[in-house]
Nanobody
Framework: QVQLGESGGGLVHAGGSLRLSCAASGRTLSGTAIGWFRQAPGKEREFVSA????????YYADSMKGRFTISRDNAKNTVYLQMNSLKPEDTAVYYC????????????????WGQGTQVTVSS
């Protein structure tokens, strides 16, 4: 089992920034990737970004490139999502998940999920 806990969400004005954290514990995370997804009301959960914990390879959805940055601290088993230039359409619940098998960009490939953190961007 892997336990994941997201934090860092909140209310921010358009153009502002937030940094989300995803702390993982439990089963070994070697060979995994941790991804961020988001889900707005009435919409499907969509891929935001992912990072492999061993090599640190990063992946982004096209609409997030240049605004969001994913990083990891393996010593803390924590992955961060720095979100800049936030827009109202970024408003959603943001979830982190662990995938042992991929693909990293599909929610069906994830084995464990956190409880989510709300991000609200006002215009």
């Amino acid at each position: 089992q892997v336990q994941l806990g997201e934090s860092g969400g909140g209310l921010v004005h358009a153009g502002g920034s937030l940094r989300l954290s995803c702390a993982a514990s439990g089963r070994t995370l070697s060979g995994t990737a941790i991804g961020w997804f988001r889900q707005a009301p009435g919409k499907e959960r969509e891929f935001v970004s992912a990072i492999t914990l061993s090599a640190g390879s990063t992946y982004y959805a096209d609409s997030m490139k240049g605004r969001f940055t994913i990083s990891r601290d393996n010593a803390k088993n924590t992955v961060y999502l720095q979100m800049n230039s936030l827009k109202p359409e970024d408003t959603a619940v943001y979830y982190c998940g662990v995938t042992y098998r991929g693909p990293y960009y599909r929610k069906e490939g994830y084995d464990y999920w956190g409880q989510g953190t709300q991000v609200t961007v006002s215009s």
